[in-house]
């Protein structure tokens, strides 16, 4: 007897990421903060300047930023500029 055919699709083959990993390894000095962040802040902090220098001074204190301002702040839009954001942080302590 014929098997009849089957109800499962198989599944696409796996996607190439768009852009290759990258990796940068760094001393880290006093007062730096390190961000990690998808593109949807990591873009307009490449690409408008004054964003960047109002999150710079904003978080150059010794002490980190509340979480309510950390978010405020990360969630700061800037025109031309929608895609969601995630971002961590991590301050010396």
């Given at each position: ?27 880290a ?24 220098a ?24 800037v ?15």
């Amino acid at each position: 007897l014929p098997a009849p055919p089957s109800p499962y699709v198989p599944e696409p083959p796996p996607v190439p990421p768009r852009a290759p990993f990258r990796f940068r390894a760094s001393l880290a000095r006093p007062g730096d903060v390190l961000l990690m962040c998808t593109d949807g802040l990591a873009d307009p902090l490449r690409g408008e300047p004054e964003l960047a220098a109002r999150l710079a001074g904003r978080w150059s204190d010794a002490a980190a930023p509340g979480l309510a301002a950390f978010l405020a702040d990360a969630q700061t839009r800037v025109k031309g500029y929608a895609d969601d954001r995630t971002a961590a942080a991590v301050w010396e302590a």
